[in-house]
């Protein structure tokens, strides 16, 4: 089966709200497929997660799958700083996602609690990284290709790859929440990357 191109920044359907999927077309082989194909191009690419719209299809749907291998340059001081932890594939139709607010000792000032910042890159943005502030902790809901209801509260790594997969829904792309300062080329994040976040943000004035 050839494989679409991945859609990169610039085309209209990246920067559209998605329709949601019709409660009629779920459960058919047209919306399987579609998933099938999402799931093929993703683990090509490689990547952690795929919108439908970077496809070009203008629907609902997101898959998202971490496994060992695409981790396996971290340390385990980098995983445990990120939360990144593998997870199975998820297939996941209309979803809605939801913040969870953190768990706070008592008396603890909860300005900027629950949310953190690293780099993210994008499969519709190769080449190029950025600082990202996002939620810690969220909750998704929706259904799979097959209509059963799907339900996930994910921490950490897990919990950022959703909201930026959710935002490839709402037309937006990593970019337009990034800190603009820390945008930079992959091959010069070689460097950033094995750095604190905070001794990034101060080598780039970010």
Known sequence: ???????????????????????????????KQLVSTMVAVMRKAPGVGLAAPQIGVGQQVI?????????SRLTPEQRA???????????????TLKVLAPSLPAGADAAGAGRATFFEGCLSVPGYMALVERD???EVS???ADGKEVRWQATGW???????????LRGTLYVDRMISRSFCSNEEAKV??????A?????LGA
């Open 199 to 203: 001794e990034a943000r101060a080598a």
């Open 81 to 95: 700083e990120r939360g990144r932890v593998p997870f199975p594939l998820q297939v996941i139709v209309n979803p």
């Open 158 to 168: 897990p919990a950022r790859i959703l909201q930026h997969e959710v935002d490839h």
């Open 192 to 197: 950033l990357l094995g750095q604190s976040v």
């Open 1 to 31: 089966m050839e494989l679409p191109p991945i859609v990169l920044a610039g085309r209209a359907v990246l920067r559209k709200p998605a329709a949601p999927v019709p409660p009629e077309e779920i459960g058919t082989k047209q919306l």
């Open 136 to 138: 810690l902790s969220v």
């Open 142 to 144: 929706g259904v799979d």
């Open 63 to 71: 898959v998202l799958e971490d496994g060992e291998a695409l981790m």
